[in-house]
């Protein structure tokens, strides 16, 4: 028999588990992955070895560099729609440049169904290819804002001041989005200790702390793709690697297994 001294009792127990579960963290599976427009190293044109690589990495949000839209290069194929229909997610394509009788740029595919995208030009300075950046906000379970995610490719050449003024950009992008979960993924085309990614250290965490070569795919010598996090104090990583993928394309995916808790307010 309940008697009224046992309900105070019984009532904080059940406060006690609601908080707990309340406080329980949302884990998100992210990739980042440059498919080199689906050809491998060797030549092959190959969308379902790139969607194999994406599937046994078991991903919730993926971001994709090098990606083609109707082109003849790659048989007139949308590749995202292709690479999205294998995997059974949704995707935004973001072009950037006209190629060969279509577009050609970065996407994002995810699981989650609710995801709004603006495809930025990142800065411009010189006569090279335009490069793009996609903000994404997606509505996680678990997460009380959409997350924000940033998918990128940045320049390639040896001087860095484009590189530099897209990192001045997101600075820029970010300056009002407080604690809201945020994460920045992509082929930055530059190594851990470069201007670019201490420009970027500035705002955001890299998900890895020790260096993970990612390029070349075939014998990997150095890291140029990553996955950031924002704010610090609200993820956890559980788990970061390089994905096992020498031939699919001319990099390695990377996988980051983030959760996400809310920071405390006090």
């Given amino acids: 028999m ?5 309900l105070p009792l019984l009532l904080l127990a059940i406060g006690v588990v609601s908080a707990a579960a309340a406080q329980e963290p949302t884990r998100v599976r992210v990739v980042s992955y440059n498919i080199h427009h689906g050809e491998g190293t060797d030549g092959k044109l190959d969308l379902k070895r790139i969607a194999q690589v994406l599937s046994d990495a078991k991903p919730d949000i993926v971001a994709l560099q090098e990606v083609d839209q109707n082109t003849k290069r790659t048989e007139n194929v949308d590749q995202t729609a292709v690479l999205a229909k294998l995997l059974k997610m949704n995707s935004v394509f973001g072009g950037n440049i006209d190629f060969q009788g279509g ?3 970065n996407a994002i595919l995810t699981k989650y169904s609710s995801i709004s995208v603006t495809n930025h030009p990142l800065p411009a300075l010189t006569s090279g290819e335009q490069r793009g950046l996609m903000e994404a906000d997606i509505s996680v379970p678990g997460m009380k804002q959409p997350l924000k995610f940033l998918a990128t490719h940045f320049d390639y050449r040896g001087d860095d001041k484009e590189r530099v003024a897209s990192c001045e950009m997101i600075a820029q992008l970010i300056r009002d989005w407080g604690n809201r979960p945020a994460l920045l993924a ?3 085309n530059a190594l851990p200790e470069s201007r670019t990614l201490t420009l970027l250290e500035n705002d955001w965490t890299r998900a890895n702390r020790h260096i993970l070569a990612t390029f070349p795919s ?3 010598t150095r890291q140029i793709d990553y996955i950031m996090l924002r704010p610090m104090e609200g993820w956890k990583v559980v788990e970061y690697r390089v994905l096992d993928s020498p031939v699919a394309s001319d990099h ?3 996988l980051a297994v983030l959760d996400w808790a809310e920071p405390s307010t006090k």
């Fill in 2 to 6: 309940l008697t009224f001294r046992a």
């Fill in 186 to 188: 992509g082929d930055l």
């Fill in 103 to 105: 577009r050609y740029g």
């Fill in 218 to 220: 075939d014998t990997p």
């Fill in 252 to 254: 390695r995916g990377i």
